[in-house]
């Protein structure tokens, strides 16, 4: 077995089946369409609540930024000293929504304390961005009736979240800066975000329960259809399914009675066709059988006197001689192969030496100058010694019938099992023949217009080797071919044995 064939066959079993079950898919499937759907709106939520929280918090900050610079800004005297830009500082922080202000003027390079809270907040704390935007004037129209504006900018600092914005107080004078601290909004947010997470995991295992309670409905008229068709696949052809509903799984569920029903009357039609067969087939071996056996008993007193007989009658004595025997011969082959139809061939086992059977069989046919025999003795197996005569002597035989002497039969011993190989020295088989050597009346031989056997040998061979829970194989050699049979060293059950036998 290759690597490729072990990693396929371990995963189509244990839990690599488990995960291709169409249960788990379909759970799979309603958790990623809930997951999917519930991660969406978490994050569409998320992102709206968000903006919205932020912008009004800065709103609300800027808004009233301005509304308190606008108020304060009027106290501010012309070239105010440090102290006074401090105090605008102040002045405007006071509004109560707790953001710091600092003031830079140009005229006052050195003032670096004119801040709300000087220890965290300076000049240096604005970002370089907004301080440029913030410092340019724009142009006057129509709809722009103020050079300067107010500007801001979302900005962390250490770590904090901050909006920051600025505007001149007045053109030539300083400017101010707000530092709103987002460390509130972050935090409802936060707990925002865990909320959806935790809602986004409640709708998953929502979604899985309900993909559970809907693979149960939908996968439990699958199950019994399954179960069904493996019932009827055993041969059980009365069984069927209960219809309920009217949906897709009960018009299946109709179609597999339809189906079971038809299949079951179509196989006891061919049932009682091949009885007839069996029974034309016994009947009619069993009728020639006594007329035989009288044509027998006659052309053997025939062939006594053949050498008496008119040299113009001996070829035709011999000829019915030799046809009534060949005729004789199809009919026991006949019977044989009705019998095992049947089911009524049986073993008379007994334990025997396989070499001493073999033996037996090639000096009763007076094959022992063209069989080459490698069998050690006291290799004994159960057997039954007549059934396994004809295997030898159709194998023995067939071979050199077909492939020429000599030919050898090697006998091997395993572990519980005895195996005989039987090769010639001939052309071997053709591979398209190969496949067909031991069915009924297949002659490879088709360029002669008459066969001497019946096509039959080789195919009770197999059914002899099978009822005793055996095997026989054909393939080409080195040199001929070579046809191996395998039998268990101990009887096989009898059950077994009537259920292959009736298989055959």
Same mark, same amino acid.
């Given at each position: 077995? =290759?690597?490729?064939?072990?990693?396929?066959?371990?995963?189509?079993?244990?839990?690599?089946?488990?995960?291709?079950?169409?249960?788990?898919?379909?759970?799979?499937?309603?958790? $990623?369409?809930?997951?999917?759907?519930?991660?969406?709106?978490?994050? %569409?939520?998320?992102?709206?609540?968000?903006?919205?929280?932020?912008?009004?918090?800065?709103?609300?900050?800027? +808004?009233?930024?301005?509304?308190?610079?606008?108020?304060?800004?009027? #106290?501010?005297?012309?070239?105010?000293?440090?102290?006074?830009?401090?105090?605008?500082?102040?002045?405007? *922080?006071?509004?109560?929504? +707790?953001? *710091?202000? &600092?003031?830079?003027?140009?005229?006052?390079?050195?003032?670096?304390? *004119?801040?709300?809270?000087? $220890?965290?907040? =300076?000049?240096?704390?604005?970002?370089?961005?907004?301080?440029?935007?913030?410092?340019?004037?724009?142009?006057?129209?129509?709809?722009?009736?103020?050079?300067?504006?107010?500007?801001?900018?979302?900005?962390?600092?250490?770590?904090?979240?901050?909006?920051?914005?600025?505007?001149?107080?007045?053109?030539?004078?300083? =400017?101010?800066?707000?530092?709103?601290?987002?460390?509130?909004?972050?935090?409802?947010?936060?707990?925002?975000?865990?909320?959806?997470? %935790?809602?986004?995991?409640? *709708?998953?295992?929502?979604?899985?329960?309900?993909?559970?309670?809907?693979?149960?409905?939908?996968?439990?008229?699958?199950?019994?259809?399954?179960? $069904?068709?493996? /019932? @009827?696949?055993?041969?059980?052809?009365?069984?069927?399914?209960?219809?309920?509903?009217?949906?897709?799984?009960?018009?299946?569920?109709?179609?597999?009675?339809?189906?079971?029903?038809?299949?079951? !009357?179509?196989?006891? #039609?061919?049932?009682?066709?091949?009885?007839?067969?069996?029974?034309?087939?016994?009947?009619?071996?069993? !009728? @020639?059988?006594?007329?035989?056996?009288?044509?027998?008993?006659?052309?053997?007193?025939?062939?006594?006197?053949?050498?008496?007989?008119?040299?113009?009658?001996?070829?035709?004595?011999?000829?019915?001689?030799?046809?009534?025997? /060949?005729?004789?011969?199809?009919?026991?082959?006949?019977?044989?192969?009705?019998?095992?139809?049947?089911? =009524?061939?049986?073993?008379?086992?007994?334990?025997?030496? %396989?070499?001493?059977?073999?033996?037996?069989?090639?000096?009763?046919?007076?094959?022992?100058?063209?069989?080459?025999?490698?069998?050690?003795?006291?290799?004994? $197996?159960?057997?039954?010694?007549?059934?396994?005569?004809? &295997?030898?002597?159709?194998?023995?035989? +067939?071979?050199?019938?077909?492939?020429?002497?000599?030919?050898?039969?090697?006998?091997?011993?395993?572990?519980?099992?005895?195996?005989?190989?039987?090769?010639?020295?001939?052309?071997?088989?053709? !591979?398209?023949?190969?496949?067909?050597?031991?069915?009924?009346?297949?002659?490879?031989?088709?360029?002669?217009?008459?066969?001497?056997?019946?096509?039959?040998?080789?195919?009770?061979?197999?059914?002899?080797?099978?009822?005793?829970?055996?095997?026989?194989?054909?393939?080409?050699?080195?040199?001929?071919?070579?046809?191996?049979?395998?039998?268990?060293?101990?009887?096989?059950? !009898?059950?077994?044995?009537?259920?292959?036998?009736?298989?055959?």
């Amino acid at each position: 077995m =290759t690597d490729h064939q072990t990693t396929t066959r371990r995963f189509s079993s244990g839990p690599w089946r488990r995960l291709r079950s169409l249960r788990v898919r379909l759970i799979a499937v309603f958790a $990623a369409v809930a997951l999917l759907t519930a991660v969406s709106a978490s994050g %569409i939520a998320y992102w709206l609540n968000r903006d919205a929280v932020l912008k009004r918090a800065q709103d609300t900050a800027l +808004n009233d930024f301005r509304v308190s610079l606008s108020r304060n800004v009027s #106290e501010l005297p012309l070239n105010a000293t440090c102290e006074q830009l401090r105090q605008l500082a102040d002045y405007v *922080a006071s509004s109560g929504l +707790n953001y *710091a202000v &600092v003031v830079a003027d140009p005229a006052q390079p050195d003032c670096t304390t *004119a801040s709300s809270d000087p $220890a965290q907040y =300076t000049l240096a704390s604005v970002p370089a961005k907004l301080r440029d935007i913030v410092g340019k004037p724009r142009e006057i129209t129509e709809t722009n009736p103020y050079p300067y504006h107010l500007y801001w900018q979302r900005q962390n600092l250490d770590g904090r979240p901050y909006v920051i914005g600025g505007t001149k107080v007045v053109p030539t004078g300083p =400017t101010a800066y707000m530092f709103k601290s987002l460390e509130n909004e972050r935090a409802d947010l936060n707990t925002l975000g865990w909320s959806l997470a %935790i809602a986004t995991l409640l *709708a998953l295992i929502g979604s899985a329960l309900l993909a559970q309670a809907a693979s149960a409905t939908v996968l439990r008229p699958v199950k019994r259809l399954g179960d $069904a068709a493996r /019932r @009827l696949g055993e041969g059980r052809l009365d069984t069927r399914l209960e219809v309920e509903g009217s949906d897709e799984l009960a018009d299946l569920a109709r179609t597999f009675n339809r189906t079971a029903e038809s299949l079951h !009357e179509q196989v006891e #039609e061919l049932s009682a066709r091949e009885a007839q067969s069996r029974r034309f087939v016994a009947d009619m071996s069993h !009728e @020639l059988r006594t007329p035989l056996t009288a044509m027998t008993a006659v052309t053997d007193i025939l062939e006594d006197e053949a050498e008496s007989l008119d040299p113009m009658i001996a070829p035709a004595v011999r000829l019915v001689v030799n046809e009534t025997r /060949r005729l004789s011969d199809l009919v026991e082959n006949l019977m044989e192969v009705t019998r095992f139809d049947a089911g =009524t061939a049986k073993l008379v086992a007994d334990e025997v030496d %396989i070499a001493d059977l073999i033996m037996s069989c090639i000096d009763g046919r007076a094959w022992y100058d063209a069989v080459e025999l490698d069998a050690p003795r006291g290799v004994r $197996a159960v057997v039954d010694p007549r059934r396994l005569d004809v &295997v030898f002597a159709n194998l023995i035989g +067939n071979a050199l019938k077909h492939g020429g002497s000599p030919v050898r039969v090697k006998v091997r011993e395993s572990e519980d099992a005895v195996t005989v190989e039987v090769s010639d020295s001939g052309p071997g088989i053709p !591979e398209d023949v190969l496949p067909h050597v031991f069915d009924r009346f297949y002659k490879a031989d088709k360029g002669r217009a008459r066969s001497e056997g019946s096509g039959l040998g080789l195919s009770i061979a197999m059914a002899n080797a099978r009822i005793h829970g055996g095997t026989i194989t054909a393939a080409n050699g080195e040199v001929g071919a070579v046809f191996t049979l395998t039998l268990p060293l101990a009887q096989p059950p !009898e059950p077994a044995a009537a259920s292959e036998e009736s298989a055959q």
